[in-house]
């Protein structure tokens, strides 16, 4: 089962910051946050990822809280191309293998 | 960087038949790859993980004689759908590790359809 739970859908408006929630309270202290996003008939796409830092890159940022409990993964100005489902995973590793459990995501809808 | 490839992206075949699906790494070599089965309207689901000379772990409740998975190389995995049934009918999605980054990378997905 995915260790994590997200809202199924959310809204934003285009040129707008869209900001998407993660709750991951039984996340494990050397388990990290990876998010990742799937446009209709496509493989998912990496974005970005993190342990208990946040983190930046060329598309967007992740802010993990103090307690690791919850994350959300901003998109700095969201475009029309921005909507797709995303998904925020917890990488578990078990017995020397890892595995990405993916939920049922967040359908984002970036409108113009 | 780090792109991976799949093909076919479509194909369509009668049941009973066999079906092989190639997975990728293009820029990278990758000593771990996944495969994951996505249902319409839901999420990926993993059936297997494949490592380079050795044999694939597979997931509870995937049949490892119906999804023979081989990875002979650091840059090819390949999975084959056995006598397939029109229940198989999916999208089949591979990834690949990137060691130095600890990321898996998806390819594009095959779509199958089993008449």
């Known amino acids: 089962d995915a260790k994590t739970t997200q809202p199924p859908s959310m809204d934003c408006a285009e040129g707008r910051a869209a900001n998407l929630p993660c709750n991951h309270s039984?996340?494990?202290?050397?388990?990290?946050v990876y998010w990742y996003r799937q446009i209709h008939s496509q493989g998912p796409q990496y974005i970005i990822h993190?342990?208990?830092n946040n983190e930046t890159n060329e598309m967007a940022s992740l802010i993990i809280t103090e307690d690791r409990k919850s994350s959300t993964l901003i998109l700095p100005h969201a475009t029309l191309r921005d909507t797709a489902v995303y998904y925020c995973?917890?990488?578990?590793?078990?017995?020397?293998?890892?595995?990405?459990?993916f939920g049922k995501g967040t359908k984002l809808t970036v409108n113009p | 960087g780090a792109v991976v490839s799949q093909h076919p992206s479509r194909v369509i075949c009668k049941s009973g038949t066999s079906v092989k699906i190639e997975c990728r790494s293009l820029?990278?070599?990758?000593?771990?790859m996944f495969w994951y089965r996505q249902f319409p309207k839901q999420s990926l689901m993993l059936m297997a993980t494949s490592n380079e000379g050795s044999k694939a772990t597979y997931e509870q409740g995937v049949e490892k004689d119906k999804f023979l998975i081989n990875h002979a190389s650091l840059t090819l995995s390949t999975l084959t759908v056995t006598s397939a049934h029109p229940e198989d009918s999916s999208f089949y999605i591979c990834?690949?590790?990137?060691?130095?980054?600890?990321?898996?990378?998806f390819g594009p997905g095959t779509r199958l359809t089993v008449l």
């Open positions: 039984t996340i494990s202290g050397n388990e990290y």
């Open positions: 993190g342990l208990k």
């Open positions: 995973i917890v990488r578990v590793v078990q017995g020397g293998s890892e595995k990405l459990v």
């Open positions: 990834s690949a590790r990137v060691y130095v980054t600890d990321t898996q990378y």
């Open positions: 820029d990278f070599q990758a000593t771990t």
